[in-house]
């Protein structure tokens, strides 16, 4: 029983084989994929993610704190020009009519301002 | 030149500035939020004989729209009970709210006014740990364009470093100061004025208001409105049975919000202690608008006692002076610190002697 079902296992594969062009050329070649290869294709995504994530990074560091990242890892202080000229949008007031309502004055003692000043200075 | 502080938060704009009068200070607060009215309930030309602060704008259609400001947006919200759009979301600037930029620098304009040569001192948040914000150098970019369009040279402080420069002066500027605001809650850790240790965690009033509106089933609006009347965190069983309800669900989410910004808070100083030696003992200040309610303090200080042990010796927790003006005032005097220090530097580099470089002798 096992022999007669490993024996149409086998000639179903055959007959795809041939059938698929890709499979049709291994099969002419070596009959299979080389362990050679499989690690070929994923040394090749795995540079590729890699190359993906560093341009993420990149993109996330310069969105986010105007540091920029290099290849080299490598985290660079002073903030790139690339990063200072992304588009900001500009406020336009002209054109909005506001009301004169008069505000409520809270006027405090700010002695307390010029005695922080004074320490501030002190500081060593 | 007119310098200015201004505490830029997600719930309130406060601004303040010093008097050419002596010795005194003009202290300026609007709620940060809007309300679109439809011009079909109130008409552009009633506007201008009332007293409420508003803008009117033309849409992309050339249409009228109408929005109530500030206070009087709050007010509004609560008495037809709608919902109030905020052009601030977690300490920076909404990316959903299209006209953002526009209300705000009009809100701006009505607490600082426009000049020539002015120089603004803005509160920024630190990037959060425990959620992606919009960037802020984002919204730094913007809030320097909103205070370049009044006339005003600015620079961002971190909103925690603010309160450190008002609030320390007896420890010398060295502290942990807690903002709790309403998107965030801030983290600075100071050692004589300079910032050591900055974060925020994206809990705050705003978490709060939510979750007890969901809770408890009313509007948001009405939650804020009786977490900031009088709500005593030790004693929540005043008042009718619904607002009874509000008061206990207020101090459970209170309670939950300090137990996780001090887990955070508790991570944060123990990941740093190998590069951090502080021998002195240091206070915590706590301060920002979500600390206004009564015994905030003391269940911080209950949350505190039961948590884990911190890796720094404390010498007290304290509020504020006033939690909801320490921002600006911190900002201030940031800003007239930065002022003197240029001058004193500009008038050094006048009195330095000029060398002329003297041609060799032939």
């Known amino acids: 029983m096992h022999i007669i079902l490993i024996l149409i296992f086998g000639v ?6 041939r059938r698929n062009p890709l499979m049709r050329q291994s099969f002419k070649k070596s009959n299979s994929v ?5 690690m070929n294709i994923i040394k090749t995504f795995n540079n590729k993610l890699d190359q993906l994530n ?3 990074l990149e993109v996330r560091n310069l969105l986010d704190n105007g540091i920029s990242y290099n290849s080299n890892n490598q985290q660079e202080k ?3 020009t690339k990063n200072q000229n992304f588009y900001v949008p500009e406020p336009d007031i002209r054109s909005i009519k506001s009301s004169n309502k008069e505000r409520e004055k809270n006027i405090v003692d700010s002695t307390g301002v010029s005695d922080t000043l004074d320490s501030l200075n002190d500081i060593k | 030149m007119k310098t200015v502080g201004v505490d830029i938060g997600t719930m309130n704009i406060v601004s303040c500035y010093m008097l050419e009068e002596n010795d005194k200070m003009q ?7 809007f309300l ?3 011009t079909d309930i109130l008409q552009t030309n009633e506007l201008t004989d009332t007293q409420i602060d508003y803008v009117i704008q033309k849409d992309d259609d050339g249409n009228d729209q109408v929005f109530i400001i500030g206070d009087d947006a709050f007010k509004f919200a609560q008495i037809f ?5 905020r052009p601030m979301n977690k300490g920076v600037i909404s990316v959903g709210e299209i006209d953002a930029i526009d209300v705000l620098t009009v809100m701006i304009k009505r607490l600082i006014g426009q000049t020539k040569d002015g120089c603004a001192i803005y509160s920024v948040p630190a990037s959060a740990i425990d959620i992606e914000i919009p960037p802020v150098l984002y919204h730094e970019k913007v809030f320097n364009k909103v205070f370049k369009t009044l006339g005003f040279q600015s620079k961002p402080i971190n909103e925690a470093l603010a309160i450190i420069y008002a609030e320390c002066r007896s420890s010398n500027f060295t502290g942990i100061s807690l903002s709790f605001g309403a998107g965030l809650t801030n983290v600075c850790c100071a050692y004589k004025g300079q910032q050591i240790i900055t974060f925020s965690v994206s809990r705050g009033g705003d978490w709060i208001d939510q979750n007890v509106a969901s809770s408890v089933g009313v509007v948001e609006s009405r939650v804020t409105n009786v977490k900031e009347r009088d709500l005593d965190l030790t004693n929540p069983k005043i008042g009718k049975k619904k607002e009874k309800r509000v008061r206990e669900a207020l101090v459970f989410y209170y309670e939950d919000l300090i137990e996780y910004v001090l887990k955070h808070f508790v991570q944060q100083f123990n990941k740093a202690t190998d590069s951090l030696n502080i021998d002195d003992e240091i206070p915590i200040i706590v301060s920002g608008g979500t600390s206004k309610p009564k015994n905030f303090v003391e269940l911080f200080r209950k949350v505190f006692n039961e948590g884990k042990e911190f890796p720094y010796d404390i010498s007290e927790i304290r509020q504020a002076e006033n939690p909801l003006l320490s921002v600006s005032k911190g900002c201030l005097i940031y800003g007239l610190w930065n002022n003197t220090k240029e001058k004193k530097l500009n008038s050094q580099k006048k009195d330095a002697p000029k060398t002329k470089s003297k041609e060799p002798e032939k």
Not at chain 1, 34 to 38: E, F, K, L, N, R
């Open chain 1, 12 to 17: 179903s594969m055959f007959f795809l084989g």
């Open chain 1, 34 to 38: 080389s362990h050679q290869d499989v």
């Open chain 2, 27 to 33: 202290i300026d607060k609007m709620r940060n939020m």
């Open chain 2, 36 to 38: 679109p009215v439809s």
């Open chain 1, 78 to 80: 002073t903030p790139t």
């Open chain 1, 54 to 56: 560093t341009t993420l």
């Open chain 2, 81 to 85: 009970g709608s919902e109030i759009k």
